[in-house]
């Protein structure tokens, strides 16, 4: 029987489990509105569209969109988004003319998490006013989400954030401590049974 080096073992497990989650995150296609665009102040509709549908997940958790002003980094309302077939959508009252930042965050079916943003310019030729500006999170019972309970997209991403790709990670480092504890351990056995007596 041909002998595997420990080494060997281990660099095709990290190439496996690091590599294929890269292979399988889902890729942002498109937006709208596009990076660096101009709108018009009033309700803002923001979709983003993936290559595939995003994991369903608890409204206000993990697929999230916000907005936030892009000179100050303020976060406008809370984040949210609803998965209509492989769009992220929501919806943002905007009145004050300026650039601002769309915030997003997104988990794939592999458990990856993805986030990123992209600068547009609202201008306001209608005198559009609204005394709640930003996203517009209402849960199915009508609920707005209240903004200070979440965290902010305005922020980096906490290790927290990572959970549910942690657990595949974990789950993968799991196996191949297994596999290697293992082949340690016949190899150990296997030489004290090949050691002669004395």
């Known amino acids: 029987m041909r002998k595997f080096p420990v080494s060997a073992l281990i660099l095709t497990a990290f190439l496996v489990f690091s590599a294929s989650p890269a292979l399988a995150h889902n890729e942002l296609d498109s937006t709208s509105p596009a990076a660096g665009s101009t709108v018009e102040a009033g309700i803002i509709r923001i979709s983003l569209h993936f290559e595939e549908a995003p994991i369903e997940l608890e409204f206000g958790q993990g697929n999230l969109i916000a907005i936030a002003n892009a000179e100050t980094g303020e976060q406008l309302g809370p984040a949210c988004a609803r998965i209509q077939g492989t769009d992220l959508a929501t919806t943002a009252s905007i009145s004050a003319a300026g650039k601002y930042k769309i915030l997003w965050r997104s ?17 306001n030729n209608a005198n559009y006013s609204t005394d709640t500006p930003g996203n517009q999170c209402f849960d199915d019972q009508g609920v707005e989400l209240d903004v200070s309970k979440q965290e902010l997209l305005s922020t980096k991403i906490s290790p927290n954030d990572s959970l549910i790709q942690g657990m595949f990670l974990g789950a993968g480092f799991i196996l191949v401590g297994s596999l290697v504890g293992g082949w340690l351990l016949k190899r150990q056995l296997k030489t004290k049974v090949d050691k002669p007596q004395k």
């Open 107 to 123: 988990v794939s079916d592999d458990g990856h998490v993805a986030s990123g943003d992209y600068l547009i310019t609202v201008v």
